[in-house]
């Protein structure tokens, strides 16, 4: 489970729709997308400095929302690998997948 506070900007999607996105292309070495959504009232939940910061400085900062990804199970235990090879393959895919 992830929580993290995400740009709300025009064409700026949610990590959630991301993952689903990659899900449905069969994207390799990605993670399956369990449940994700924004988290709690939605003026109670977003930052305000944007509305402070105005007063004090010519700066201009993104609203962000709070939101919460749930993934599925990524990876296994060090002691799971039958040997260095699969540690290596392992770690193989997951510079594929973030094409490293």
């Known amino acids: 489970m992830k929580d993290s ?3 709300e900007a025009h064409g700026c ?3 959630g729709e991301v993952y689903e996105i990659l899900n449905g292309g069969h994207a390799r070495n990605i ?3 369990i449940d994700f959504c924004d988290v709690g009232d939605e003026a109670y ?3 305000q400095t944007q509305t ?8 201009q900062f993104n609203t962000h929302c709070h939101h919460r990804l749930i993934l599925d199970t ?5 002691d799971d690998f039958k ?3 699969n540690l290596v393959r392992a770690i193989h895919a997951v510079l594929i ?4």
């Open 45 to 47: 939940h977003q930052t």
């Open 97 to 100: 997948g973030t094409k490293f």
């Open 74 to 78: 990524v990876g296994e235990g060090l």
């Open 13 to 15: 999607r949610p990590e």
């Open 5 to 7: 506070w995400q740009v």
């Open 52 to 59: 402070f910061a105005a007063e004090y400085s010519s700066d």
């Open 31 to 33: 993670p399956k997308c």
């Open 83 to 85: 040997g260095s090879f």
